[in-house]
């Protein structure tokens, strides 16, 4: 498939280039995750849960990080979030060598929270949720305290996100074949199915790209059916890293029809058992808000080949045993 399709899709504020342009940026600093094979399902799996800090959020932060100007790096870096995302700007400051702070939830995963304090940065810990991380990080950014790396609402970002695309549309050889395939992709922010759909969309428009969120906290899913998402009434949800609501004006909510076919909700129990599942029969290490994605491949039954991103593997060990347990 050449590019000259991609143009004729509407045009969108970060393109296949600027993925390409992050691909060369970040190549050298991440892992170039596996695409397994499953073949009694017929479905591959993407494993971000390998990345270096454990998921795919550390693409976008390299890519927003290193193309920094010294002004922006001199400031120190700063952001909020529920542990990968924190992690990725945690291990991108180090690397270019700046300043870090990152805001999260004083529930946040513990293992996540002292990884990211591991890594070289300050952890300001805030109550009440995700969101309230966020406006504290924003209120700090707004202050000038450091630069904002938001985990979906930056292009550089959303470029960074858009290389987990370009690797499975190479490995798998999209472009140079007609069949249709399902991706399916954990959706929160938007940051990274926008940047895979951007990737895939250009590359192979045939492919369905498929976002999942838990039922718990189904903010694209209403804002992609056209519904207002601040009248959305989110529920405590297993899937840590997909909580919390869609930073009002995020470019993600305006690119997301473009890019992605459909948005699906899973279920707590769902989740739960896609993770046990990915230990038991893949030998992958999954946390919940990965396993949405798997959880919905899984239940489809529509045949045809599927593709799952498992978007990190830090899952809080005492939460894996008692998921193996309670389906021992």
């Known amino acids: 498939m050449s590019d000259g399709r991609w ?23 991440i892992v170039r995750t596996p695409i397994r094979y499953i073949p009694s399902l017929d479905l591959w799996l993407k494993c971000e849960n390998r990345q270096k800090t454990g998921s795919f959020k550390l693409r976008g932060a390299l890519n927003k990080v290193l193309s920094l100007s010294e002004g922006q790096a001199a ?57 309230a991380a966020e406006a504290e990080g924003l209120r700090r950014a707004s202050a000038g305290e450091a630069t904002w790396v938001s985990p979906y609402n930056d292009l550089a970002v959303i470029a960074g996100q858009a290389t987990v695309g370009l ?82 004006g995020s470019v993600t909510l305006q690119m997301l029809p473009a890019l992605v076919d459909a948005i699906e ?17 893949a030998s992958e290490i999954v946390e919940p808000s990965a396993a949405v994605a798997l959880a919905a491949a899984l239940a489809d039954r529509g045949g045809g080949r599927r593709v799952v991103v498992l978007s990190g593997g830090n899952i809080e060990p005492s939460l894996l045993e008692r998921l193996r347990e309670s389906r021992a």
């Open 167 to 248: 690797e499975i549309a190479e490995d798998l050889g999209w472009g140079q074949t007609g069949s249709e395939w399902r991706l399916y992709v954990p959706a929160s922010g938007g940051g990274l199915i926008c940047g895979i759909g951007l990737a895939v969309k250009a590359l192979a428009p045939e492919v369905k790209v498929i976002g999942v969120q838990a039922a718990a906290a189904p903010y694209l899913y209403a804002h992609l059916r056209g519904e207002n998402m601040s009248q959305v009434q989110e529920r405590p949800t297993i899937a840590d890293g997909l909580a919390g609501a869609v930073e009002s």
């Open 7 to 29: 143009r004729m899709q509407p045009r969108l504020p970060v393109d296949l280039d600027a993925a390409r342009q992050a691909a060369e940026r970040i190549g050298g600093q």
């Open 265 to 281: 909700l899973v279920e707590e129990r769902e989740i739960e058992e896609a993770v046990v599942w990915a230990d038991r029969v």
């Open 75 to 131: 400031k120190g870096v700063l952001a909020a979030s529920a542990g990968n995302h924190g992690l990725g700007v945690a291990y991108a400051a180090r690397e270019r060598g700046v300043r870090a702070t990152v805001v999260v939830p004083a529930e946040a995963v513990r293992v996540k929270v002292e990884a990211i304090r591991a890594l070289g940065a300050t952890v300001v810990e805030v109550r009440g949720g995700y969101a």
